[in-house]
Each structure stands twice: as structure tokens, then as C-alpha cells.
């Protein structure tokens, strides 16, 4: 081969290796035998890490004190799974059927259960959480935590989630649970090659700062709050649209009826006009309950629009694919996923660096209050609306950002996308062989219904 070939030059610069990308400093400490003996004999360095031991060191440096967590007649008295079961779901209209909620939906601001089981199989099970419950989840994603309240109780719960009975301060309980201390200590219990677990007895290791009974009620009344306004805010959600859909006389979409065109066959199949193809040769565009919703709207609405329409919306943004640059919390901008959109406390661990993605961040990336977010690739159609808290907060490229025109149409606007009947239209537009994606066009696309009564 001839060295100075302009082929075999570009061949020589591809394979150059890119050192921006280290891998972390060995850590390393010394661990006695009767640590060893102390956590059930386990051998794998992560039994061990240095952050838990660092987070247990600042526990036992309270002024306070500290304590065993479980079993604790002061903290939690009990802790335990569900055993392990054979799912079988049903449909949502299914007389006696419940909502079964996983270790990421729990998570939710307002979860809409996507799978159901029946009430008995739930009930024989010991699927059911009482409201003052914390919840931690313990296999695959290990330590998300919430609480129960009015918006979980109604729900049946994945066997992967570890239910924690607490005596009094069960708010104060919640609250350590959400601290580095406590998530330090959790992932030190981690156990399994492929999936990681953890087991209710493995809680048996984290210790809790103790603290006066005045400052653990108030911890534990302040989330108590906290909770109680999600749950107002969640009946206030469910309100606007029961109003949406009393004005659109809408059903539940399960019960909305579609016609094919030959029902004597075991296949769905229909029929569409050639000035309906829209470029688009593929079924899933074409369902007839996208004219079904449609045809049903148009006679209870005063119009029709879309959300490109300039009186709808200021602009649809979906930021371009780029290189990230993450640093410590201090210096960066807390940068969340399409997973965590609809999450009650968002927690990311990724902070884009303020001085690399200046110019990214305020033209595309920066959140502000009351924008409408659509994840666009993976799962297609999660639907939030950015909280005053969010402000310059950035996003990553797999949400598509609607700013309103104003404040006045940014809850209905996001009510209706966020109605069985929006996920529906939006995810109409999903194209892709291999990861589903949308795009602003598609978004712009989107009809919008505009109620008669003002």
C-alpha cells in the first residue's frame, strides 16, 4: 500500500483513539474481617464503597446520634415485598380491574397506569399500599423513593418495590431516603450479575441520623404538605379534564367504537382515500380512530386548529443532536431526559457545563415556565408542562419543546395532549423501523379542538 495514498490517510485518521474520555481513578481501601462478617459475608468490592463508608462516617459524626433504620420501633417497624407472581393483565374496561404501578411510574407527578390486573388477583397477592407507605424501589433501577398518598393508594404495586412501614415519622423516613447518605448506603447493598436487587433484610445495615422529636415532625409534616398539594393538584388536573371531555362529550377512548372494512376476518384492515396518503404508505398512520376522534371533536367544538397555527403557538423546538459536556453540580445546568418529565422531583445526576453550551442552552435547551414538552423518540407522546421550579433548567434533544402563544392556552393546551385522546393524535404521526421517533413537523401537525364555551 502506498504511504501517501489519500484513502489510506483518511483510513489512518478514523482509527485515531480518542483520549478526552478516561476512565475513572482506581479506588481502593482496606476492610477488615469483621466488616466482612458484619455484611453477611459478601466479597464484591461494591459491598464496600468508599461513598457509603463516607456516608455512614458523616451519620455517626450527629450531634444527634444515629440509629439502625430497620427494624426500629422509632423508624420503620416493617419492610417487605410482594412475592413474585405470573402477571396476567387485563383490559382497563375489564369489570374489576385496578392499575398496576412499576418502580418508575410510582414516580410520577400523576400516574396513568398503561397495565391493569383484577382487584382479586391484587388482593391475594398483597399488591395494595396504605397511604403513609414509603416506597423503595429494589430491582434494576435501585433506591427511587416516593410516598403514598391519595394519588398511589389507588393503584396495586410491582413486587419490585419494597413497601416500609413506619411507626410515626414516616415523612421523616421519606426524606433521609432521598439524601446522598442514604442512596450511598442503598447502592452499597446491591447485589446480582445481571439485574441488580437488593432484599428487605439488606436494610437492615443503613444507619439514620437521629434528631429531636420537634425537627423530625417538621421534616415529617412538610412532606406531608408537599404530598397533600400534589394530591390537590392532581384533583385539579383530573377536574379540567372531566370539563374537556363533558364539553367534547368524550368517552373513555377504550369504548370508542371503529369500523373496518370487513369484519368477518380475524385482521384489522380499512380503506383510505388516495388525497389522505400524505406521503405516508405506512398502516399505523391511517387507523380509522384518528378519523373517528376527528369526526367526533368537529361536532362539539366552535373549530379546528393545529398547533402550528401562530394564534396556538410562539414555536415548536426540537434542539439538534451535539456532544455533551457534563460537570460538577456547581458548575453546570441540571439536564434531565424524556424518562423524568413527568417525575414529581426530577433527579438527575447530569449538569451541562454552563461556559461550553452557552450558546445552545439559550437558543435550545433552556426550560421556561409553562412550555409544553413531547418526548419524540423512544416512547413517543409523555406530555408535561414546565413548573415555575424548572426555569433554566435544559432538556435533552429527544423532547420537543411548545411554547404557548400566552399563559391562557398553555393549560388547555396542555390538557388536551395530555388527554388518552392527544397521546393518540400525536402518536399517530410515529414513524421508524427501529426506535420510534416524531419531529416539529409532526407536532405542528396535531389538531387542536377550541371549545364553544369560552
Known sequence: ?????????????????????????????????????????????????????????KILANRYGYDRMFPNDLFVTNAFHAPRFKRNYVEKIV???????????????????????????????NLYVKKGTVLLSCSGTIGNVTFVNKSLEKFAF????????????????????????????IQSLVYGAVIPEIEPEHLQNIII?????????????????????????????????????????????????????DNSVDLRNFTTNLEDLNLRLDCSYHLPIFNNILNHVSQ?????????NPHITKSIILPGRFKRTYVDAEHGIKFIGGKQINDLNPNSEKFLSKSIHNTRLGKELFLHENCILITRSGTIGKVSIVPKHWENWAANEHIIRVF????????YLFCWL????????????????????IDTNHVGDIPLPLLKNQ
Open 95 to 125: 369489570p374489576n380491574s385496578i392499575g398496576f404501578i412499576g418502580s418508575a411510574e410510582m414516580l410520577n407527578i400523576n400516574p396513568k397506569p398503561t397495565k391493569f390486573i383484577t382487584k382479586k388477583l391484587a388482593s391475594d397477592k
Open 418 to 437: 395530555n388527554s388518552d385522546y392527544g397521546k393518540e393524535l400525536i402518536c399517530k404521526h410515529t414513524y421508524g423501523a427501529v426506535v420510534d421517533e
Open 300 to 308: 362539539y367544538c366552535s373549530e379546528i386548529q393545529y398547533l402550528k
Open 404 to 411: 404557548p402563544k400566552n399563559k391562557d392556552i398553555a393549560g
Open 158 to 185: 410491582s413486587q419490585h418495590i419494597i413497601r416500609l412501614i413506619c411507626k410515626d415519622y414516616s415523612g421523616y423516613i421519606y426524606a433521609f431516603l432521598n439524601t446522598q447518605e442514604a442512596q450511598a448506603q
Open 1 to 57: 500500500m502506498v504511504a501517501h495514498n489519500l484513502a489510506y490517510k483518511h483510513y489512518e485518521e478514523e482509527q485515531e483513539i480518542d483520549y478526552t474520555y478516561l476512565p475513572d481513578p482506581l479506588k481502593y481501601t482496606s476492610v477488615s474481617l469483621q466488616e466482612v462478617i458484619d455484611n453477611k459475608m459478601r466479597l464484591e468490592a461494591s459491598a464496600f464503597n468508599l461513598e457509603a463508608k463516607t456516608a455512614k462516617d
Open 209 to 261: 441520623p437521629s434528631a429531636p422529636e420537634a425537627l423530625k415532625k417538621e421534616i415529617h409534616e412538610l412532606v406531608i404538605a408537599s404530598y397533600d398539594l400534589r394530591d390537590q393538584s392532581n384533583e385539579l388536573l383530573d377536574c379540567a379534564e372531566k370539563i374537556l371531555y363533558e364539553e367534547l362529550q368524550l368517552k373513555p377512548i377504550e369504548e370508542l367504537k371503529v369500523e373496518y372494512f
